[in-house]
């Protein structure tokens, strides 16, 4: 059983280019969480989707900021017009439940760096 | 708001011995308590999940333990290894058991 993949695993690019994110959960896993850890600090909870749901975006910040997980495919986490204080370790997490009832399982997360 | 500290921010063993990492929380209505690894630019490594109705969880030579009414929580590591060397993570579920709010780490070396 594979464990959760992400991809890129490092991201490089210019202030105002999108960088797209992707995460594909276990295999059984339907619910996925995104966390961010900015150099220097702590991780911080982003968003937490279901497939074809957003159920909690609290994290996330208001604008530029976006993630989806479609039917088929993986998770993706979209920052648009992305700024050096972007720069960050992007970690996606899976369980096969919510509510806290299992463990969240990480991915090797993306490196982002916006030069 | 629930804050996580853990203590100490760094320490350095010798090989072979035991210690215990402490993890404290400010909102004692969590879920459950997880335990992770990282190791320097790498991902998460889960170690054990504590439930909220649970005292103690164990995995091999780890040994966490859960009081919430105190709001902490410890990790033990039974004679420590040189691969043991990594940062430890606590991190409690809150937002309906659905995030996890992280601690600020101890990294750990473990000298031969």
């Known amino acids: 059983n594979a464990g959760v993949m992400q991809n890129p695993r490092h991201l490089v690019r210019r202030r105002g280019q999108e960088a797209r994110l992707r995460c594909s959960p276990m295999?059984?896993?339907?619910?996925v969480y995104w966390y961010r850890q900015l150099p220097e600090e702590g991780l911080k909870f982003m968003v937490y989707?279901?497939?074809?749901?957003?159920i909690d975006e609290s994290g996330m910040p208001k604008e530029r900021f976006s993630a989806e997980f479609p039917k088929e495919g993986p998770s993706i986490l979209r920052i648009q017009q992305v700024v050096r204080g972007d720069s960050a370790a992007y970690f996606c997490?899976?369980?096969?439940w919510g509510g806290g009832v299992t463990e969240q399982f990480f991915g090797p997360g993306t490196r982002l760096t916006v030069l | 708001k629930q804050e996580v500290t853990q203590i100490p921010a760094a320490l350095s063993v010798p090989e072979g011995e035991n210690l215990v990492l402490n993890c404290s929380f400010t909102?004692?209505?969590?879920?459950?308590l997880q335990w992770f690894r990282q190791d320097p630019g790498k991902g998460l490594t889960s170690l054990l999940l504590?439930?909220?109705?649970?005292r103690e969880q164990t995995s091999g030579r780890l040994n966490a333990s859960l009081d919430k009414s105190s709001g902490r929580s410890t990790l033990y590591i039974a004679a420590s290894q040189p691969g043991d060397s990594a940062t430890y993570l606590c991190?409690?579920?809150?937002?309906?058991?659905?995030?996890?709010?992280f601690g600020t780490g101890t990294q750990l070396k473990v000298e031969l």
């Open positions: 997490a899976s369980s096969p």
């Open positions: 295999k059984g896993h339907s619910h």
């Open positions: 991190a409690v579920f809150t937002g309906g058991g659905n995030k996890l709010t």
């Open positions: 504590i439930q909220s109705s649970q």
């Open positions: 989707l279901q497939k074809e749901n957003i």
């Open positions: 909102d004692s209505a969590i879920y459950n």
